[in-house]
């Protein structure tokens, strides 16, 4: 990074701080806990997240969202709230950043949310910057678990990110949007294509046996 000074370009510094000095990091809620038994008159109903629902493209596909009925009003602690980042426990990692078409979901123990106390970060970029084969790679190393390795949110408060200014983080985080847009495109068309083959060929087939 440089800025400009007395038509000379100065090199600046690029500055990085941990996640954990500019955000709340916590698991999610065990489901059980507040599930609402059966036959229980009064129950508070929402969608919650699956680890279906994370596309490893870096959105949440609501399809594969699951109905989750409460025996209270949940607090927000619990909750996906706009500006929110969540990042799955286990591999591939992924981390979506939440704005107003995916708030108010549940958030489960398989997830963690990352929670900004401050205006330094955009989401956006630090979903972008979670979701880096870098990062990734640092995570997978750092993760516990033989079977499942799953990430510390230890781990995530002391990873450093690098801060740099608002607006390049803007421009870095509409780029992001738009080639998660592009990849979302992309795998409905695809997913409408394999459904048209898909009866296409089942057609054929009942044909075939009409014919015989």
Same mark, same amino acid.
């Given at each position: 990074?440089?800025?400009?000074? !007395?038509?000379?370009?100065?090199?600046?510094? &690029?500055?990085?701080? @941990?996640?954990?000095?500019?955000?709340?990091?916590?698991?999610?809620?065990?489901?059980?806990?507040?599930?609402?038994?059966?036959? $229980?008159?009064?129950?508070?109903?929402?969608?919650?997240?699956?680890?279906?629902?994370?596309?490893?493209?870096?959105?949440?596909?609501? #399809?594969?969202?699951?109905?989750?009925?409460?025996? $209270? !009003?949940? +607090? !927000?602690?619990?909750?996906?709230?706009?500006? +929110?980042?969540?990042?799955?426990?286990?591999?591939?990692?992924?981390?979506?950043?939440? +704005? +107003?078409?995916?708030?108010?979901?549940?958030? @489960?123990?398989?997830?963690?949310?990352?929670?900004?106390?401050?205006?330094?970060?955009? @989401?956006?970029?630090?979903?972008?910057?979670?979701?880096?084969?870098?990062?990734?790679?640092?995570?997978?190393?750092?993760?516990?678990?033989?079977?499942? @390795?799953?990430?510390?949110?230890?781990? &995530?408060?002391?990873?450093?990110?690098?801060?740099?200014?608002? $607006?390049?983080?803007?421009?870095?985080?509409?780029?992001?949007?738009?080639?998660?847009?592009?990849?979302?495109?992309?795998? #409905?068309?695809?997913?409408?294509?394999?459904?048209?083959?898909?009866?296409?060929? $089942?057609?054929?087939?009942?044909?075939?046996?009409?014919?015989?």
């Amino acid at each position: 990074m440089y800025q400009v000074k !007395n038509n000379r370009k100065v090199v600046l510094k &690029l500055i990085y701080k @941990p996640i954990g000095t500019h955000a709340d990091i916590m698991v999610g809620l065990v489901l059980k806990r507040k599930e609402a038994e059966e036959g $229980e008159l009064k129950k508070h109903k929402y969608k919650a997240l699956t680890l279906k629902s994370f596309n490893s493209e870096g959105w949440i596909d609501k #399809k594969y969202l699951d109905d989750f009925e409460s025996f $209270e !009003n949940l +607090d !927000n602690r619990y909750l996906c709230l706009k500006g +929110d980042v969540v990042i799955k426990l286990t591999p591939p990692y992924t981390a979506v950043s939440i +704005d +107003d078409e995916t708030k108010g979901y549940v958030v @489960p123990s398989q997830f963690i949310i990352i929670r900004l106390i401050d205006k330094m970060l955009i @989401p956006e970029y630090l979903a972008l910057f979670l979701n880096s084969d870098r990062v990734k790679k640092h995570i997978s190393i750092t993760a516990t678990g033989m079977t499942v @390795p799953m990430i510390k949110t230890g781990t &995530l408060k002391e990873l450093e990110i690098p801060i740099v200014h608002k $607006e390049k983080q803007t421009q870095i985080a509409e780029v992001s949007k738009l080639i998660i847009k592009e990849r979302h495109l992309l795998y #409905k068309m695809i997913s409408e294509k394999e459904k048209y083959y898909q009866a296409l060929t $089942e057609a054929m087939i009942m044909e075939e046996k009409e014919n015989e």
